[in-house]
């Protein structure tokens, strides 16, 4: 009993504090978004619900439906997110798989190699990599010499051999390489604690290794499979500087610079808090998905 | 706004109003709007807002009362219907003076001059010897875009001593009580240093609140040892953006909605930087996204850096960042006279940026001292070629010497502005709000892709 109210008490700062800069924040973002702008585009806030304009959000909802102004940039987005979701499956499962089952002894090291970007912040990574991949980068000679440009062309993912002109695929790419390690280190915890008995259970059950890894292995981590992709969705959806950064062009612009062009500059910041709310709310249905899988999981393992 | 064809997409969005909203009229809107910010406007002036490129005589004659703008007599102009000054060359706007200039007295010193400008848009070593004669430490917070300055300082929340701008921006600044007058008897050099023209400008009539910081022009800046076709040759330049199919993904457009829009504009032979006419902001954004189907542009703003790296090799850049990309950023074994530059002589963009005291300023004495300071022949020269590349008005900035001296390339000769170039060249100014809107929306409709 004491010992709870202990941990409730250390607790408290801290999820006072979260609540509290998560509803201020989001309660601005509504205010805004449901507010006004004036002849000089300030945007005003209207924090009384009573005062609230919803022009701005109908005006974001019919720009985001089907032949909007910014229904492109929505298709556009979803795709880039979820190629680039389904790449991180591909690449880093196999990563979180031998870190947590095969490593052994240098477990300690691939650990180390994954928290490894995190020491540098991702702005400064993906500037590295502007430079890595300019025509006369140190990436793009290796990447060209390989012949990687020119599969890629074959492939029909990009066009010509400057992987900084608006490629969709840099960008994806990009995506990958900066949330690659959110996918894998919760991935990483759940197939550690997978037990090991029950695949060796399978085995002795004559199933093959293929086998045990499709009906025991990928059903059991599907927990964590799920939680790194909803860790890496959430920020890729709404992730502008990325594209900014690697391409820059129209043609592969995403929602975020599209929020990020309304809220820099001119008139229309209450119309990029008003399609700011759209995105939260669009996430939002993605996480309690999320959840509910989870809930869902948790029911059968207790029935179980 | 989805439905570009009808083409009457002005209707401001403040307030609530359905998406598709097309039967009512500009004139209408802005009526209402009108109605709001200011209560009594004319048909006069409401006139001017129905084609902004030859707005109407000063506020105050047109309200007849004598008023001027914000109540001060003393001011005058083209407004819009909210009262927003929409100055043009061919109609000058006195602003309305808020409040008396501070007195002449002793500079403050000690602790910080605090400013509020670009990055990387004033030489450190002129900041350390200003620093160094006033005994004051030169402390310099940076912007990204003049909106986000506006929206910070709006707030309330940000002091400074020095804010720089452009003259588009003016009306707002002072709309808001942002800056103060100037006390132009402690800014000799205004005078005595700075052309004319630029010292006595028709969006400041007086001059009130600004000095004059830098003029430059806006044309098509380009690797000459890479691109096989010379620019300069084209008319108007603006088409070799269109010509540049073969070096797709490696061609600049301005990240700045006026000046794309205003490109597309130039392009197909229309010369009104300020239009505020639906079809041609329409058929600009067309020519731009044909150009990003043809060449694939980069929208940004560093080809100082780009440029000279290779990362691109033709764009829509500013003049101060060819003379910038030669001065601070040319790689080893690049040759200054790789880099080229023209602009459209007739009717392109040529503008300055301007330098104010904020009306919060803790130091308005030595502000004042600095906005003189800054137009001092040597130590503009020190700023400008030592650092920021962009060229000052001044009559003691000899444009010939600097090239004789070999200071600035032959090639980027057309990248110095001239006094003539300056006195004639067209320039973006302060639109309705409901034109704004047109520009912004019409860029964010390019950007979509």
């Not at chain 1, 029909?156 to 894998?184: C, E, H, K, R």
């Not at chain 1, 500087?241 to 043609?251: N, R, Y």
């Not at chain 2, 969006?203 to 430059?216: E, I, L």
Request: hydrophobic share 45%.
């Amino acid at each position: 009993m004491t010992r709870s109210l202990i941990w409730r008490v250390l607790a408290a700062p801290a999820l006072v504090w979260l609540a509290l800069f998560f509803l201020v924040a989001t309660y601005a973002i509504v205010s805004v978004g449901m507010g006004n702008v004036t002849t000089l585009f300030e945007p005003v806030p209207h924090w009384n619900p009573l005062d609230w304009n919803v022009g701005y959000l109908k005006q974001a909802l019919s720009d985001v439906a089907p032949g909007g102004q910014t229904w492109p940039v929505v298709v556009r987005t979803i795709a880039y997110v979820f190629v680039a979701m389904a790449l991180s499956l591909v690449i880093g499962y196999p990563v979180a798989y031998y870190a947590a089952r095969y490593a052994g002894r240098s477990r300690g090291i691939v650990l180390l190699l994954l928290v490894l970007p995190f020491w540098i912040s991702y702005i400064m990574r993906m500037f590295a990599w502007t430079n890595l991949l300019a025509p006369d980068g140190y990436a793009s000679k290796v990447l060209d010499a390989l012949g990687i440009d020119t599969l890629m062309n074959k492939l029909g993912v990009m066009d010509g051999s400057d992987w900084l002109g608006g490629q969709p695929v840099t960008v994806v790419l990009a995506l990958v390489y900066g949330y690659l390690p959110f996918f894998i280190l919760p991935l990483y915890a759940s197939l550690d604690r997978l037990d090991h008995r029950l695949i060796e259970a399978s085995r002795d059950l004559g199933a093959s290794p293929m086998q045990s890894f499709w009906r025991v292995v990928l059903p059991l981590s599907k927990s964590g499979i799920l939680a790194g992709l909803v860790l890496i969705a959430l920020p890729m959806f709404g992730d502008y500087f990325t594209q900014d950064l690697m391409s820059g062009s129209p043609d592969t612009s995403m929602i975020g610079n599209t929020i990020n062009g309304y809220v820099q500059g001119g008139s229309e910041k209450s119309l990029g808090a008003a399609l700011t709310l759209l995105l939260s709310i669009f996430l939002l249905v993605f996480m309690l998905g999320y959840l509910r899988s989870m809930r869902a999981e948790q029911r059968e393992a207790a029935a179980a | 706004m989805n439905d570009a064809s009808t083409g009457d997409e002005g209707e401001p969005r403040d307030g609530e109003r359905p998406p598709a909203q097309h039967g009512v009229s500009r004139r209408g809107l802005l009526k209402a709007a009108g109605g709001l910010a200011l209560g009594g406007v004319t048909a006069a002036s409401l006139a001017g807002c129905e084609d902004t490129t030859t707005p109407v005589a000063a506020y105050g004659a047109a309200g007849g009362g004598g008023r001027g703008i914000l109540g001060d007599p003393t001011a005058g102009g083209p407004v819009d219907a909210s009262g927003i000054p929409l100055a043009r060359r061919d109609y000058p706007v006195t602003l309305p003076r808020l409040g008396d200039p501070v007195k002449a007295g002793k500079p403050e010193t000690g602790g910080e001059l605090l400013i509020y400008n670009y990055a990387d848009y004033l030489n450190p070593a002129v900041l350390k010897e200003f620093g160094r004669l006033y005994n004051v430490s030169v402390r310099v917070t940076t912007f990204e875009t003049l909106d986000e300055a506006f929206s910070k300082l709006s707030t309330g929340g940000l002091k400074f001593d020095v804010i720089f701008s452009t003259p588009d921006q003016l009306s707002r600044l002072v709309g808001r009580k942002l800056i103060q007058p100037l006390n132009y008897d402690l800014i000799p050099n205004l005078r005595k240093n700075v052309w004319p023209e630029a010292a006595e400008p028709f969006y400041d009539v007086g001059p009130r609140y600004s000095v004059p910081y830098t003029v430059y022009t806006t044309g098509i800046g380009w690797r000459n040892d890479i691109v096989d076709y010379d620019p300069a040759k084209m008319i108007p330049v603006w088409d070799a953006m269109w010509a540049a199919e073969q070096y797709r993904g490696k061609v600049q457009l301005l990240n700045d909605y006026r000046e794309a829009i205003g490109m597309g504009l130039m392009h197909s032979g229309s010369d009104d930087l300020n239009t505020e006419r639906p079809v041609l902001i329409n058929a600009s954004v067309a020519s731009l996204e044909n150009l990003n189907r043809k060449v694939g542009v980069k929208v940004q703003i560093s080809a100082y850096e780009a440029l000279p790296a290779g990362q691109i090799v033709l764009g829509q850049v500013w003049s101060g960042d060819m003379l910038n990309a030669v001065i601070s950023y040319l790689p080893k074994g690049l040759s200054p006279d790789t880099i080229s530059y023209a602009y459209q002589e007739v009717g392109g963009p040529v503008f300055n940026d301007v330098i104010t005291v904020a009306s919060a300023a803790t130091k308005p004495v030595l502000a004042h001292h600095f906005l003189n300071f800054i137009l001092d022949n040597k130590i503009s020269l020190q700023n400008f070629i030592g650092y920021t590349g962009y060229q000052p008005p001044l009559n003691g900035i000899d444009a010939a010497l600097l090239l004789k001296q070999g200071l600035i390339p032959k090639g980027l000769q057309t990248a110095l502005v001239t006094r003539d170039a300056y006195a004639n060249g067209n320039a973006y100014l302060t639109l309705t709000t409901a034109g704004q809107r047109l520009w912004e929306d019409g860029w964010t409709r390019f950007q979509a892709g």
